[in-house]
């Protein structure tokens, strides 16, 4: 590991609750600490550079609801009457960090984020940006924030849909499940996006331990995000046809015909480093 004289290790828990932060130091023997001073810190991802965020609130709900009028997901250009410039497709993509994800945004409107912007306007994305975005102004405001990767249940009827949401830390020192991405009204999800159900969000870690138990089954748990990858095949003979399932063509109308998957991509459970 390296002649490192005092290093950390970051530790999931394998019951989907808070990681622990571990510090080795010789001598000393582990010392472990909790995530109080882990998750209020921005990382080289998350971090928004020289953001002025003194106009932004600062409750997440409305952070949530600013991120979602920043975003435009790569898939939801027919549902909001939006042709996707097939530029933009590839250099929202390639952003990693949040201040290139600011670059792109300024460039297309130089205004304040919380001013209303027209879809051409948005930065093009996936869920991973919807939160890691999510992440990063909560942390610049003052709550402590992280991304969960799991499995989706709002989008597919019947799938565990790969996906990402941000978890915003309460004054109690909970933890809560936000969805940038359905924050839009023509989702519909059936709860409040800034309180995911854990049912409707089951983490990876839970995912993977529900499918050795044989309590889940690993067919229904997959990638479903664009008709390119073509990633997610089920068991199930109502996903083994050439064409899509009829709630999958409704939650993604540009998703061809004739597709056909890989198999599941069920995976062992990610750690919840921070973003």
Known sequence: MGGASHRRVYAASRTGEDPLRVDLVPGAGPRVRGTDDLFPRQ???????GLDVSDLPRDPRELMLLVRNLMVHRLEGERIGYAIPEERLHHGAESRYVTALLRILRARRDAPLTRRRSSDERFVGTCRDFSLLLCS????????SRIRGGYA??????LHDDHRVTEY???????????????AAFHDVPFDPSDVPRNRFPVSGQAWRACRAGTADPATFGVWVDPVLRVCRSSSPAWSWTSPPVTARKRFPGMSEGWRGRGNTVRPPRTSRPS
């Open 43 to 49: 990382t080289p991802y998350s971090d928004p550079g």
């Open 137 to 144: 102004l909560p942390r610049a405001t003052g709550t402590p």
């Open 153 to 158: 249940t709002c989008f597919v009827e019947g």
């Open 169 to 183: 830390r309460l004054a109690d020192g909970t933890w809560r499940p936000a969805g940038a991405q359905v924050a």
